[in-house]
């Protein structure tokens, strides 16, 4: 298990963007698989975007592929989700997750959380 601590979140209009920063208390180059999961009130946490230790493979849910970028930077033990032409439908906490275990995109695979930050797009 490591801490994990996000920030970034905010209030936008829809079309602007929000970059989320996730940061690691340990050095997320040993060998930690990360992603980002969402819950908008009301409605079950779901997957957003995934990325493998060394980012060379990623994966998205649908509603965000084109928008949404995953990546890390290792050397600064930080996970980020860079969100483009945001919508109300992207509003909900933002978590990120890790696991030591290979990339996913189910929640149960992930055995370290941090306490989320939020994500609020007006029209």
């Known amino acids: 298990q490591v801490h994990l601590v996000e920030s970034g979140g905010g209030l936008v209009q829809a079309g602007d963007s929000l970059r989320l920063s996730c940061a690691a208390a340990e050095r997320t180059s040993s060998s930690y698989a990360m992603a980002w999961f969402r819950q908008a009130p009301g409605k079950e946490r779901e997957f957003v975007a995934t990325i493998s230790w060394s980012g060379a493979d990623t994966s998205y849910t649908d509603s965000v592929k084109g928008r949404f970028t995953i990546s890390r930077d290792n050397a600064k033990n930080t996970l980020y989700l860079w969100m483009n032409s945001l919508k109300p439908e992207d509003t909900a906490i933002y978590f990120c997750?890790?696991?030591?275990?290979?990339?996913?995109?189910?929640?149960?695979?992930?055995?370290?959380w941090g306490q989320g930050t939020q994500v609020t797009v007006s029209s």
């Open positions: 997750a890790a696991t030591r275990g290979r990339i996913s995109t189910r929640a149960e695979d992930f055995n370290s």
